[in-house]
């Protein structure tokens, strides 16, 4: 159990039959009245966020999510597999569980697979990957004073906005939380 008092950002807990992760809290102590923390929480499974507001002595119970390192097989229609690199079991998961998550995942890279009691409800991508570019337009000379990007595929099927000088089967380097291209590697 951990009290609203404790909140910090990052918390996962069980509410409400939910799992939600606190995003965002603030602890206020008006003028006049007892003190609350107001909190953004962010529903697991759902992806939704609410606002709820606590007292600082209320309880609730902390959930466990375990993140396993996985290694990402293969996709066959809507079902990614992806498996245990110590036991070699795999699982199969649906497009539905999974999102946006692998936009810039290659097969055999590895991924971390977040679950609460056996059901898997995300998979986490590492936070950097390096990629070819499969296709891009050439830049123009003389071009490059404005900070100009352009579109750009990469070996995932993602696109991508990259500076004028990237060429095509040239490797970048992309932050997969944000989706922006960092470096040339």
């Given amino acids: 159990m951990i009290s609203a008092g404790d909140f910090r950002n990052g918390i996962t807990i069980e509410l409400e039959n939910n799992v939600y992760q606190i995003i965002e809290f603030q602890h206020v102590k ?11 929480l962010k529903n697991i499974k759902s992806g939704g966020v609410v606002e709820k507001t606590f007292r600082p002595t209320e309880k609730c119970p902390q959930a466990r999510i375990d993140r396993k390192d996985m290694q990402y097989l293969y996709a066959d229609g809507d079902l990614y597999y992806f498996m245990d690199t110590e036991t070699y079991d795999q699982i199969p998961l649906s497009k539905e569980s999974i999102g946006e998550a692998l936009k810039f995942v290659k097969e055999n890279d590895m991924v971390k697979i977040c679950s609460h009691n056996g059901n898997v409800f995300a998979v986490e991508p590492p936070l950097f990957v390096e990629l070819v570019v499969t296709q891009t337009e050439p830049g123009v000379k003389g071009d490059t ?11 995932t099927g993602a696109t991508v906005y990259v500076p004028l000088f990237v060429n095509q089967d040239d490797v970048i380097k992309i932050d997969t939380r944000t989706g922006e291209y960092l470096s040339r590697v």
């Fill in 145 to 155: 004073a404005t900070g100009a990007t352009k579109p750009a595929v990469v070996e």
């Fill in 30 to 40: 008006p003028g006049k009245g007892a003190a609350f923390v107001r909190t953004k």
